[in-house]
Protein backbone atom coordinates (compact mmCIF):
# COMPACT_ATOMS: atom_id res chain seq x y z
CA UNK A 1 0.00 0.00 0.00
CA UNK A 2 1.65 3.10 -1.11
CA UNK A 3 0.26 6.57 -0.57
CA UNK A 4 -0.39 8.93 -3.71
CA UNK A 5 -1.16 12.31 -4.44
CA UNK A 6 -4.70 12.79 -6.30
CA UNK A 7 -4.37 14.61 -9.76
CA UNK A 8 -7.86 16.32 -9.32
CA UNK A 9 -8.00 17.20 -5.79
CA UNK A 10 -4.02 17.29 -4.75
CA UNK A 11 -4.98 15.08 -1.51
CA UNK A 12 -3.00 12.19 -0.61
CA UNK A 13 -4.83 8.64 -0.91
CA UNK A 14 -3.52 4.56 -0.29
CA UNK A 15 -3.50 2.91 -3.40
CA UNK A 16 -5.00 -1.11 -3.12
CA UNK A 17 -1.96 -2.11 -4.45
CA UNK A 18 1.45 -1.62 -5.79
CA UNK A 19 0.47 -2.79 -9.28
CA UNK A 20 -2.87 -0.34 -9.34
CA UNK A 21 -2.45 2.55 -11.93
CA UNK A 22 -5.01 4.44 -10.11
CA UNK A 23 -4.19 8.28 -10.11
CA UNK A 24 -7.64 9.74 -8.71
CA UNK A 25 -8.97 9.22 -4.82
CA UNK A 26 -11.84 7.24 -5.00
CA UNK A 27 -13.56 10.76 -3.41
CA UNK A 28 -13.00 12.25 -6.71
CA UNK A 29 -13.61 9.55 -8.83
CA UNK A 30 -16.91 8.80 -7.65
CA UNK A 31 -17.81 12.42 -6.69
CA UNK A 32 -17.53 12.18 -3.29
CA UNK A 33 -20.41 9.84 -2.75
CA UNK A 34 -17.89 7.41 -0.54
CA UNK A 35 -16.01 8.32 2.51
CA UNK A 36 -12.51 7.36 2.77
CA UNK A 37 -13.12 4.13 3.71
CA UNK A 38 -13.24 1.33 0.90
CA UNK A 39 -15.92 -0.11 2.93
CA UNK A 40 -19.51 1.81 1.66
CA UNK A 41 -21.33 -0.14 4.40
CA UNK A 42 -18.94 1.16 7.31
CA UNK A 43 -18.69 4.30 5.84
CA UNK A 44 -23.10 4.70 5.59
CA UNK A 45 -22.73 3.42 9.56
CA UNK A 46 -20.29 5.61 10.32
CA UNK A 47 -22.18 8.41 8.69
CA UNK A 48 -25.44 7.85 10.50
CA UNK A 49 -26.70 8.64 13.98
CA UNK A 50 -28.28 6.16 16.74
CA UNK A 51 -31.74 6.63 17.87
CA UNK A 52 -30.22 7.22 20.88
CA UNK A 53 -28.16 10.26 19.26
CA UNK A 54 -30.61 11.67 17.16
CA UNK A 55 -33.05 11.46 20.46
CA UNK A 56 -30.37 13.64 22.58
CA UNK A 57 -29.34 15.81 19.60
CA UNK A 58 -33.17 16.98 19.76
CA UNK A 59 -33.48 16.96 23.33
CA UNK A 60 -30.43 19.82 23.29
CA UNK A 61 -32.21 21.68 20.30
CA UNK A 62 -35.42 22.25 22.22
CA UNK A 63 -33.36 23.37 25.19
CA UNK A 64 -31.75 26.06 22.88
CA UNK A 65 -34.91 26.46 21.46
CA UNK A 66 -36.43 27.43 24.89
CA UNK A 67 -33.56 29.68 25.69
CA UNK A 68 -34.09 31.31 22.74
CA UNK A 69 -37.45 31.51 23.39
CA UNK A 70 -36.81 32.90 26.81
CA UNK A 71 -34.65 35.90 25.24
CA UNK A 72 -36.69 37.12 22.14
CA UNK A 73 -39.36 37.24 25.14
CA UNK A 74 -37.17 39.41 26.73
CA UNK A 75 -36.36 41.56 23.89
CA UNK A 76 -39.52 42.19 22.54
CA UNK A 77 -40.38 43.49 26.49
CA UNK A 78 -36.95 45.66 26.34
CA UNK A 79 -38.14 46.91 22.97
CA UNK A 80 -41.36 47.59 23.54
CA UNK A 81 -40.54 49.50 26.41
CA UNK A 82 -37.70 51.81 24.45
CA UNK A 83 -40.52 51.95 21.78
CA UNK A 84 -43.39 53.35 24.36
CA UNK A 85 -39.98 55.34 26.15
CA UNK A 86 -39.79 57.02 22.96
CA UNK A 87 -42.79 57.98 21.73
CA UNK A 88 -43.94 59.10 24.95
CA UNK A 89 -40.52 61.60 24.94
CA UNK A 90 -40.70 62.89 21.47
CA UNK A 91 -44.86 63.37 21.99
CA UNK A 92 -44.04 65.32 25.44
CA UNK A 93 -41.16 67.45 23.86
CA UNK A 94 -43.30 68.35 20.78
CA UNK A 95 -46.87 69.33 23.06
CA UNK A 96 -44.28 71.67 24.81
CA UNK A 97 -43.33 73.33 21.71
CA UNK A 98 -47.35 73.34 20.13
CA UNK A 99 -48.14 74.77 23.70
CA UNK A 100 -45.64 77.59 23.62
CA UNK A 101 -46.06 78.27 20.43
CA UNK A 102 -49.86 78.78 21.53
CA UNK A 103 -49.04 80.44 24.48
CA UNK A 104 -47.28 83.01 22.36
CA UNK A 105 -50.00 83.05 19.96
CA UNK A 106 -52.11 84.36 22.54
CA UNK A 107 -50.25 85.73 25.25
CA UNK A 108 -51.88 89.28 24.60
CA UNK A 109 -55.01 88.13 24.67
CA UNK A 110 -54.21 86.53 28.64
CA UNK A 111 -52.43 90.20 29.33
CA UNK A 112 -55.58 92.13 28.35
CA UNK A 113 -58.03 89.40 30.14
CA UNK A 114 -56.24 89.43 33.69
CA UNK A 115 -55.87 93.27 33.33
CA UNK A 116 -59.79 93.21 32.82
CA UNK A 117 -59.87 90.89 35.48
CA UNK A 118 -57.60 92.84 38.13
CA UNK A 119 -59.82 96.08 36.79
CA UNK A 120 -63.34 94.33 37.47
CA UNK A 121 -61.64 93.22 41.03
CA UNK A 122 -60.68 96.47 41.64
CA UNK A 123 -64.25 98.34 40.81
CA UNK A 124 -66.11 95.35 43.43
CA UNK A 125 -63.85 95.93 46.37
CA UNK A 126 -64.48 99.53 46.00
CA UNK A 127 -68.06 98.95 46.09
CA UNK A 128 -67.96 96.43 48.73
CA UNK A 129 -66.04 99.10 50.72
CA UNK A 130 -68.58 101.43 50.11
CA UNK A 131 -71.24 98.77 51.18
CA UNK A 132 -69.66 98.23 54.06
CA UNK A 133 -69.27 101.54 54.72
CA UNK A 134 -73.10 102.05 54.46
CA UNK A 135 -73.93 99.29 56.49
CA UNK A 136 -71.74 99.52 59.12
CA UNK A 137 -73.21 103.68 59.06
CA UNK A 138 -76.92 101.74 59.37
CA UNK A 139 -76.43 99.07 61.92
CA UNK A 140 -74.60 101.92 64.22
CA UNK A 141 -77.65 104.20 64.01
CA UNK A 142 -79.76 101.36 64.52
CA UNK A 143 -78.13 100.82 67.49
CA UNK A 144 -78.32 104.08 68.72
CA UNK A 145 -81.98 104.01 68.03
CA UNK A 146 -82.46 101.43 70.25
CA UNK A 147 -80.66 102.61 73.15
CA UNK A 148 -82.50 105.66 72.88
CA UNK A 149 -85.83 103.81 73.06
CA UNK A 150 -84.48 101.40 75.71
CA UNK A 151 -83.77 104.99 77.79
CA UNK A 152 -87.02 106.36 77.00
CA UNK A 153 -88.77 102.84 78.32
CA UNK A 154 -86.57 102.70 81.31
CA UNK A 155 -87.74 106.62 82.09
CA UNK A 156 -91.37 105.91 81.39
CA UNK A 157 -91.10 102.41 83.70
CA UNK A 158 -89.71 104.58 86.49
CA UNK A 159 -92.40 106.95 86.03
CA UNK A 160 -95.31 104.71 85.81
CA UNK A 161 -93.80 103.12 89.15
CA UNK A 162 -93.32 106.42 91.13
CA UNK A 163 -97.08 107.26 89.98
CA UNK A 164 -98.56 103.90 91.57
CA UNK A 165 -96.57 104.30 94.64
CA UNK A 166 -98.36 107.91 95.13
CA UNK A 167 -101.56 106.15 94.00
CA UNK A 168 -100.84 103.45 96.09
CA UNK A 169 -101.15 101.04 93.84
CA UNK A 170 -99.84 97.33 94.11
CA UNK A 171 -97.50 96.02 91.26
CA UNK A 172 -97.21 92.49 90.45
CA UNK A 173 -95.10 91.27 87.70
CA UNK A 174 -97.43 89.45 85.03
CA UNK A 175 -95.27 86.10 85.21
CA UNK A 176 -96.41 86.13 89.54
CA UNK A 177 -99.98 86.15 87.97
CA UNK A 178 -101.14 83.26 86.94
CA UNK A 179 -104.01 83.20 84.07
CA UNK A 180 -106.49 80.96 84.74
Not at 77 to 82: A, G
Request: aromatic letters at 4%.
Amino acid sequence: MYTVTCKNCSGSFTKASNGSTQTVCTDCLYNGIFTKSKNTHAALSNSELTKRQLLNKLNKMDEKMDEIDKKMDMYDVDISETIDKRIEDALSATMKAVANKAALKHSQEFIDLKASIEEAQAKHEARMKTLLATVNSRSIEALKKADDEYEKLGKRVKELRMLAKQEGWKITSSKSNPQS
